[in-house]
């Protein structure tokens, strides 16, 4: 997508902010206030999350109520002005300056490490650069050392069901949460979206990036890893099933881990006196791709196919992760008796919610979820399932919908 584009697209959202409530929730997004924040307090900031997430326009949206110049390093335009950036950024140190795509110039790492300094001796602490990044691997590789102690991270995923209304969480669990495909105005242009999405990063972007897999292999492996839907990592049947070694295997999982597009959820490794699964669990982490990948149209046709049960659990897990504040720790739990947490968050502060996750509307909890509590002795028990109402199981154990457990990471309150 050129600069232009991009703009020109801005643009439109704006003039429509007033009339058109879906734009509003376009530019409504949960992360909003903590990368003002964070732009105010850091010298740089990067902004990571896969293509066509929203990071675009939530930082053009940021740069329109302040002094900025957007940069698109895929503009041959754009990038002709950075032939000399150590001339040309200087020009512009009053502005925030927002480098899009930042990974296509490495380079500039070094070049910003010395604005950045030269800034402080100046005393301007904050507000210099806010650098959009496709993906974390290039993008924390070529940062790790030239801007380390300079630089903020922050993470924009696709849409969260705070943020779309929770009348909206099933069609946002069917279609995935990227803008264009949860707001397509039907499921077979949404579907046709995220099937062109899926083409151009293995075709296209993720060549960018260094990888050499091929694109009909690395999709086999996403398509495998779609039908796995939350459940844990066996190398050696995925293997397999490519005809590849477990290497390779270690080799693509971590090549999408770091695109952003999969989870790999670590196990609980805490408890030394239990025999503990190891082995992470791992999902396609937009529900959307998810199915696009299944060939999952609508929810009907989802609601009917063996992998409706552990999709729910992965997109109320991602939900949930994406929601917690920073500087949580997202795990699971199992033990080799049985015993199962579906998904525990250490947040900050030392406290552990422990969350069995159903898609049932009378849900119910195994024995081993309460097994799994007594081991751990976590704080707050819930049980998450898609309905409105909130009540509890037991004297220990809350029912609470996606939406309004959603709501209260997204509000801190965590005590």
Known sequence: M????????????????????????????HIHQELV????????????????????????AIGATRPSLYLDLESPADRAKLSDPESYLPEHENELVILDEVHRLPELFQILRGLIDRGRRRGKSGGQFLLLGSASVDLLKQSGESLAGRISYLELAPFAPVEVGGDQ?????????????????????????????????????????????????????????????????????LAQGLGVDAKAVARYLDLLVDLLLVRRLPAWHQNAGKRLV??????????????????????????????????????VSESLIGLAPRGTEASFYRTSAGAEIDLLLALPGGKLWAMEIKRSSAPKVERGFHIACDDLKPDKRWVVYPGDDRYPLDADTEVIGLYALGRLLQAGEVA
């Open 2 to 29: 050129g600069h232009q584009h991009r703009l020109a697209r801005f643009n439109f959202y704006l003039a429509n902010l007033a009339v058109d409530a879906s734009f509003t929730r376009m530019l409504s997004r």
């Open 278 to 315: 190891k082995a992470p669990k791992v999902w396609v982490r937009d529900s959307g791709l998810a199915h696009a990948l299944l060939g999952i149209g609508n929810q009907e046709q989802l609601l009917g196919h063996p992998v409706a049960g552990p999709s729910w659990e992965s997109f």
């Open 169 to 237: 969480a099933a069609q946002l669990w069917v279609r995935g949460g990227f803008p264009a495909s949860f707001l397509a105005t039907s499921d077979r242009l949404s579907r046709g979206w995220r099937e062109d999405f899926i083409r151009t990063y293995l075709e296209r972007d993720i060549s960018q990036f260094g990888s050499r897999i091929p694109a009909e292999t690395l999709r086999r492996f996403w398509t495998m890893l779609a039908h796995n839907q939350a459940t844990l990592l066996n190398a050696a049947k």
């Open 37 to 60: 924040e964070a732009i105010t307090n850091n010298p740089a900031v990067g902004l990571l999350g896969p293509r066509q997430v929203g990071k675009t326009t939530l930082a053009l």
